[in-house]
Nanobody, 123 residues
Framework: VKLVESGGGLVQAGGSLSLSCAAF????????MGWYRQAPGKQRELVAS????????NYADSVKGRFTISRDMTKKTLYLQMNSLKPEDTAVYYC?????????????????WGQGTQVTVSS
C-alpha cells in the first residue's frame, strides 16, 4: 500500500493549509492513521492521529485548537486542516497508516509511511 500526501506549501503566519493523504493499493482494513512532522535537526513527532472510525482523535499540545484531523474511509484518505499557522509549524509532514492486508491466505499487518510534504510558514 502506498500513501501519497499533497497540499503542502508556503504560507504566511496566521494562514491556513490543508493536507491530504491518499492510500493506494488493496487493503483489508486501515486502522489508526496519523500525521507526523519533522523539522530540520529535530526528531519526527506526532501531530495528530485518528482511529479507524474517526471516533477518537489525539493531538499534540502544540497544535490543539488549531489543527483538525479527519478521514474519509470510503476514499481511504486522511486530512489535516491547519489554521493559525506559526513559523514553528514549519516541517516536512508525513502521513502514517496502520494497515491490514491479504497476503495469500493470510492477513498481515504493516505500518506504511508517505513520502512527506513540505510545509513552510513565514513570519
Amino acid at each position: 500500500v502506498k500513501l501519497v500526501e499533497s497540499g503542502g506549501g508556503l504560507v504566511q503566519a496566521g494562514g491556513s493549509l490543508s493536507l491530504s493523504c491518499a492510500a493506494f493499493g488493496s487493503t483489508f482494513s486501515i486502522n489508526t492513521m496519523g500525521w507526523y512532522r519533522q523539522a530540520p535537526g529535530k526528531q519526527r513527532e506526532l501531530v495528530a492521529s485518528i482511529t479507524s472510525n474517526g471516533g477518537i482523535t489525539n493531538y499534540a499540545d502544540s497544535v490543539k485548537g488549531r489543527f483538525t484531523i479527519s478521514r474519509d474511509m470510503t476514499k481511504k484518505t486522511l486530512y489535516l486542516q491547519m489554521n493559525s499557522l506559526k513559523p514553528e509549524d514549519t516541517a516536512v509532514y508525513y502521513c502514517k497508516a496502520d494497515i491490514v492486508y491479504y497476503s495469500g491466505d493470510y492477513l498481515l499487518r504493516a505500518v506504511s509511511w508517505g513520502q512527506g510534504t513540505q510545509v513552510t510558514v513565514s513570519s
